[in-house]
Nanobody, 118 residues
Framework: VQLVESGGGLVQPGGSLKLSCAAS????????MTWLRQKPGKDVEWVAT????????RYADAVKGRFTISKDNSKNVLFLEMSGLKPDDTAVYYC????????????RGQGTQVTVSA
């Protein structure tokens, strides 16, 4: 299993960013996927999850209405569209294999840094 996140960067409060996670080494269309994040000095927390077909999603209360998780099974890519970003969203974002609401879901990628600052 290989998961490679990209799309992170520096964005101003209120801005938007779209993260991608390229998956390989397994049959992507058979698996749900999850986004996690780790804020500076904090434990990893669960952000969002999507089932294998992309028809069922769940979001943490902190991001509901601002973040959208999706997956393209034809391209083996998972996405996280983030809007209305706040400084508190600053974190390293990880994608992980599996449909889960747990922060301990594995395996996961190496992460991409998102910094929200003026």
């Amino acid at each position: 299993v290989q998961l490679v996140e990209s799309g992170g960067g520096l964005v101003q409060p209120g801005g938007s960013l779209k993260l991608s996670c390229a998956a390989s080494g397994f049959t992507f269309q058979y698996y749900g996927m999850t986004w996690l994040r780790q804020k500076p000095g904090k434990d990893v927390e669960w952000v969002a999850t999507i089932n294998n077909a992309g028809k069922s999603t769940r979001y943490a209360d902190a991001v509901k209405g601002r973040f959208t998780i999706s997956k393209d099974n034809s391209k083996n890519v998972l996405f996280l569209e983030m809007s209305g970003l706040k400084p508190d969203d600053t974190a390293v974002y990880y994608c992980a294999q599996g449909f889960s609401t747990s922060a301990t879901v594995r395996p996961r990628g190496q992460g991409t840094q998102v910094t929200v600052s003026a």
